[in-house]
């Protein structure tokens, strides 16, 4: 119970953090001119989001850092707050959040402007980063490589473990990057995901894990005070492809990566959507299956505003973030 309250109060500290540092981070990427350059193929109502400014998700990592590192700096005086266990979501963090600046700063004034990098390019350095974050979870965490969730049985993957690891990484954190297209929307799925593992972590009494997780919560809802339609910042992929890889570094961290699909239900249907789009679109010669992807285009094509797309993809969330911790309690 006393971890739990910890986490909370972690959380909470984490959050007034945010929203304090939010007002000066908008001034500054305004004066920088650091501002979205919406696609051309996008629903017309999102021309008016032209020039918001991006690279927000620098607004979640610096209260979440700077809580991290602080708490492991008093942990030398003798008091066991946070342990070495949250230096590696921390690193991989960070390491997905530099890619995810370079992107966003190629797109913004690089000589691929509205682009971004290659998505060959990318999609390697994910690869590349996410391996050496697998080799580290097996080797030097120790970390469960399967839990069963009906039975707590840990399962050895042995030589699988590491592509599944990567694949997890480097899926979630495209993810959660094409989830990150709406008001709000990337920010509240990432928060529930979070919570829900922080609370997996707890019942684990991966205690500094759990308070990692709950930092990130506080900090994604004061992200959300900017960000919540009509939005004043994105995290851009600076934050995307940086809370997608450190989802998958927790989950993977528990041993719960099956209840992914349940716990990110809306980032793993925002992917799958455009694979289906991608294939059938070569299968059929240039039709579509669906009026456009990423999925939560398709939804406001079809007729739903913004904020219904946003809370009802949300509701959806927490209803199979419900059943994926309902998998973890049985027993």
């Not at 940086?242 to 925002?270: H, K, N, R």
């Amino acid at each position: 119970m006393e971890n739990t309250s910890v986490a909370i109060a972690l959380s909470g500290l984490s959050f007034i953090m945010t929203v304090i540092w939010g007002e000066p981070l908008i001034r500054i990427l305004n004066a920088w001119r650091i501002g979205k350059i919406i696609r051309q193929d996008g629903p017309d109502e999102h021309s008016a989001k032209m020039g918001t400014p991006t690279m927000g998700g620098f607004m979640i990592l610096i209260p979440v850092t700077l809580i991290t590192v602080l708490f492991n700096a008093v942990s030398i005086f003798g008091f066991n707050l946070l342990g070495r266990s949250v230096l590696l979501p921390l690193l991989s963090m960070w390491a997905y959040a530099v890619l995810g600046m370079i992107d966003d700063w190629e797109g913004i004034r690089g000589p691929r402007r509205g682009l971004g990098m290659r998505a060959v390019t990318k999609f390697a350095i994910q690869i590349v980063i996410a391996v050496g974050i697998a080799i580290a979870l097996r080797d030097i965490l120790d970390v469960p490589q399967l839990i069963w969730f009906t039975s707590n049985e840990v399962i050895s993957l042995g030589a699988f473990y590491i592509p599944i690891a990567v694949f997890i990484i480097v899926g979630m954190s495209n993810a959660v990057n094409f989830t990150d297209g709406l008001d709000g929307l990337a920010g509240l799925i990432a928060a529930t995901a979070f919570a829900a593992y922080g609370f997996v972590a707890v019942m684990q009494g991966q205690v500094y894990l759990a308070r990692f997780c709950f930092s990130l919560v506080g900090a994604l809802f004061g992200f959300l005070w900017f960000n919540v339609h009509p939005a004043r910042l994105f995290m851009g992929d600076t934050g995307s492809l940086a809370l997608g890889a450190t989802l998958g570094v927790v989950a993977l961290m528990t041993g719960q990566w099956l209840i992914i699909p349940l716990l990110a239900v809306i980032p793993v249907s925002e992917a799958l959507s455009v694979v289906i789009q991608v294939l059938y679109f070569k299968a059929t010669g240039g039709k579509r299956f669906f009026r456009m992807a990423p999925l939560h285009h398709h939804f406001e094509l079809i007729g739903w505003s913004e904020t219904q797309v946003v809370q009802r993809f949300w509701l959806v969330s927490l209803v199979f973030t419900m059943l994926g911790m309902a998998l973890v309690l049985v027993e």
